[in-house]
């Protein structure tokens, strides 16, 4: 889960960024959220499909949330919308950019938490479609593996048939390899850490019967992130446990 938080108010945004940390740092090992002082600065970073979630600020000097939102959804129609206000001023202006909730001031963890229920993220995240430049879609926690022979890339799926594209391995690297539980292992092949049953310092066996090399020069880097991604699994999967449990 990608976040970005946008608000020319640092101690509004420091508390923001602890409040969302509070809320999902224990039951999403894929979080990763970063902070923009400025709508000018989150544009200047901001590529489409770079976020899932976008949380601004409606009122900020020289670039306001409305008119950020406004510029997200010239290219960027998937993107979660929330914007932060302590009034309803421009309500009319959230329906024209999809808003997707209202996250009203002084900012709580309860109404933090009310945002996270209502837009469901957990069950946005399994179904993230990642939009090839041939314009094919792929869900990413369908994907087991991928491979690069001769300019093309295949992508073995859980579900469905194999998709084939036209694209570099550097390219499909730079698509794929920024959330946790993807990772190149060995030359031209990437693969999902959450289809892996067990692996060897040079092999990894997947939930298919299949298996896929891991790259003897990077093994300890590879070994390493999938141990780093096991040991967040089973943080997020005792917290969300610990969650159930009666108080006493």
């Known amino acids: 889960m990608k976040i970005a938080l946008v608000d020319d108010e640092q101690a509004e945004l420091d508390y923001l960024l602890e409040l ?3 809320q999902l740092a224990f039951s999403d090992n894929t979080l990763k959220i970063d902070t923009f002082p400025s709508g000018t600065a989150f544009l200047d970073a901001w590529e489409p499909g770079s976020y899932d979630l976008l949380v601004l600020d409606i009122y900020m000097e ?3 949330g409305i008119s950020v939102a406004r510029k997200v959804r010239e290219t960027d129609s998937n993107v979660c919308l929330v914007f932060c206000t302590s009034s309803n001023e421009f309500a009319s202006e959230s329906y024209e950019v999809c808003a997707h909730y209202y996250l009203r001031k002084p900012i709580t963890q309860q109404g933090i938490a009310a945002m996270l229920e209502r837009l469901n993220l957990a069950a946005y995240e399994r179904e993230r479609q990642l939009l090839l430049p041939d ?3 792929v869900i990413l926690h369908n994907i087991m593996y991928t ?3 001769n300019h093309i890339v295949t992508i073995h799926n859980q579900k469905g048939a194999a998709i084939q594209t036209r694209i570099s391995q550097k390219e499909m690297e730079r698509l794929l390899c ?6 190149c292992c060995s030359r031209g092949i990437i693969v999902n850490f959450n289809t892996v049953q067990r692996y060897s310092a040079d092999t990894f066996w997947l939930s298919s019967g299949q298996t896929v090399p891991i790259s ?3 093994s300890k880097e590879v070994i390493d992130a999938y141990s780093h991604f096991l ?3 089973m943080r997020a ?3 969300n446990h610990a969650t159930l449990l009666p108080n006493c």
């Open 20 to 22: 969302l940390k509070n």
């Open 62 to 64: 020289r670039t306001d």
């Open 135 to 137: 314009g094919q879609k």
């Open 147 to 149: 491979e690069y022979f």
């Open 178 to 183: 920024g959330y946790p539980y993807l990772c």
């Open 216 to 218: 003897r020069r990077r």
């Open 231 to 233: 040991f967040e699994k």
């Open 237 to 239: 999967e005792v917290n």
